[in-house]
């Protein structure tokens, strides 16, 4: 039998801020393996170029543009915490802290309001809503959702972890205060902020599973999401990204329940930061698929 | 194609003219703004001086100058739409954190409270040659033609000055507490029907609780700068 030329590869790798040599491998076959335990895999980021984007764990040598000396530049991203780990504490968080005011813990009233009950069926409502967001929240991170980054860097967790728990302690502490005062309109008002609400809770539902049927398990592939037989979908005709849509949509709904300003606050600022994702992840559909719908919009049909 | 080269280039030299234009616009704008903020806080200072000769005494010299005060420091506002714009380069963030502490200073808390006098004329004095100091420099690097004595006071003074100023501040906001507390101004009380309550006084706690960790951070930047600019003309000088 013939024998099979085997190309081998040089591989320098350079640190991409100071050019020093951090590794020299000679006779590297097709895998390029990860050189060190400190800097663990999910840290290192392997590029071409220095300031160019990492390459991916599947890139294969042999299929780069290098010649048979390949310089690669490392940059150390960091301490990496899982997606996963981060979304079950930030959502976790609001849930336990809305319920710890609802149930008037002690220390945060008045002590002869400890442990007592609120007497607006508003508020049962409202803990009810938000028990159930953060609890779907939940389940949708372990069963649904499928991640194409694994992690992102450790400090997220604080930085994200102050944002959800903070908001939610400032808006639990208002809506069961014992001087709560409820909704202007009254059963009107609560019952079309339910509507909608609920409306919401499910059309982001249906949003994640169409996202998640896309991709199959196990694979990182990236296609164009369309409306499907569930007419909460049908909004992807005029949107990219419904998800965030309906998010915003609920927190209105819970806004006008419980008619409370910290929620409206929360509410205008969970909308700033989708809005800013929704458009860069607009302009990436819009980079990577010539044949992408130009009806669609980022966040708000036709306008945002 | 010949024609089409000729194209791209006559293109490129309209946004070059196009930029340098924008510059030159940029340039002249800031250095009117310098010109006529020093001008601002040299009626500022003057005025002082005037005052305290006249009359002997420091007590009443705030309400005299508090308007011009307020006008020539709201103003300041300009400065974090430059940084926006780009037309100066220094971050957003560390312009709007310091506009905004010196508005909320003259604003909302010697514009509604009347207060101990000492504290105050600490940190206006402190202010006034801070930033006769910082916009003379400001001027003159825009005009080219920068006397070493106001770099070495812009780099240098900043390191009493800067203090000097926080501690005003902050006794003034101390001093201001017991009427704050008592009048319950700008505060909001449960229950009402927006669900939300603020208590002005606990608001000014934290206020001067977060001097703690944002005085450190400008103080170094500055101390960081200077290091560049003055650190950086020596090792020139050696060269020559």
Redesign the interface.
Known sequence: TARKAVVFFEVEILDAKTKDKLCFLDKVGKILPSFSLYWYPARQSIRLDPKGKSLKDEDVLQHLPVGTTATFYFRDLGAQISWVTVFLTEYAGPLLIYLMFYFRVPFIYVPKYDFTTSKHWVVHLACMCHSFHYVKRLLETLFVHRFSHGTMPLRNIFKNCTYYWGFAAWMAYYINHPLYTPPTYGEQQIRLALTVFLFCQIGNFSIHIALRNLRPPGSKTRKIPYPTKNPFTWIFLLVSCPNYTYELGSWLGFTLMTQCLPVAAFTLVGFIQMTVWAKGKHRSYLKEFRDYPTLRSPILPFIL | MASGEEDGTVEEKETNNKKRTKGAIATAWLTFYNIAMTAGWLVLAVAMVRYYLQKGTHKGLYRNIARTLKFFQTFALLEVGHCAIGIVRTSVIVTGVQVCSRIFMVWFVTNSIRQNEESVILFVVVWTITEITRYSFYTFNLLNHLPYFIKWARYNMFIVMYPLGVIGELLTIHASLPYVRRSGMYSLR????????FDYYYFLIIVMLSYIPLFPQLYFHMLRQRRRVLHGEIVVEKDE
């Open positions: 449960l229950p009402n029907k927006y669900n939300v309550s």
